[in-house]
């Protein structure tokens, strides 16, 4: 099936630096997504993005966190400064249209860890 | 708020026997209901999707009815494998917008 990937697996850096999760969703979907999972709670909703522009943010979504696509490649979110907790894991998810029904694909996950 | 409550954060289950996770949820608006499965080192990957009350959805041995009387959309199967071993989650979307998930259930079937 329909596959989406994400670069790099796991990240470790130090607090303050900047840091690029990279997706690369699948092929012919429009709407993209991250979400954020701290161990052991529940995956949560940070942004989405259509057209490039994010369409809806959550609280968790804060001003230190930004996302992009330029040109078609892959869909980033990048943390400039990252802070303790911003240590999770990040998923990307992408989706053909925006309806309530739609399915949202998602990768793996990039693991990211800030000492 | 919109939300979705799994109360078991771990179910083990020997080969063979049903398993039921629960899955509740909160919302003023017509719900979409989804439940996901995640391997171990993998991507979720979606397993059911339902907002038809009072209908059975079925995907891979996997059944749920979603009962908006009750606000539950229970997965259930009749019969687990060792291959089931996994972490379940349920989602809901409302209104267009974003999926809220539960807390996941662990899934571990034991010979």
């Known amino acids: 099936g329909p596959k989406v990937l994400q670069i790099p697996s796991h990240q470790i850096i130090d607090m303050g630096q900047m840091v690029t999760l990279n997706c690369d969703p699948v092929s012919n979907h429009l709407y993209f997504y991250w979400y954020k999972q701290i161990l052991g709670q529940q995956m949560e909703f940070l942004v989405n993005?259509?057209?490039?522009?994010?369409?809806?943010k959550s609280k968790l979504f804060k001003d230190q966190f930004s996302v992009e696509r330029p040109d078609g490649s892959y869909f980033t979110l990048k943390i400039q400064p990252t802070a303790l907790e911003d240590s999770a894991v990040y998923f990307c998810?992408?989706?053909?249209?925006?309806?309530?029904?739609?399915?949202?694909?998602f990768g793996p996950g990039t693991r990211l860890t800030v000492l | 708020g919109d939300s979705v409550t799994q109360t078991e954060g771990l179910v083990t289950l020997t080969k063979g026997l049903p398993v039921m996770l629960n899955c509740t949820y909160q919302t003023t608006y017509s719900p979409f209901l989804f439940w996901y499965v995640q391997h171990l080192n993998e991507a979720p990957k979606l397993l059911l999707k339902?907002?038809?009350?009072?209908k059975r959805t079925e995907h891979q041995g996997f059944y749920a009815t979603l009962h908006k009387s009750s606000s539950s959309f229970h997965l259930q199967k009749s019969s687990v494998q060792l291959s089931d071993s996994a972490l379940y989650f349920c989602?809901?979307?409302?209104?267009?917008?974003?999926?809220?998930f539960g807390t996941g259930t662990k899934l571990q079937v034991v010979p």
């Open positions: 998810a992408s989706s053909l249209d925006w309806a309530n029904y739609a399915e949202q694909f």
């Open positions: 989602a809901l979307r409302v209104g267009g917008t974003y999926q809220r």
């Open positions: 993005f259509y057209n490039g522009k994010v369409m809806e």
């Open positions: 339902s907002s038809t009350d009072n």
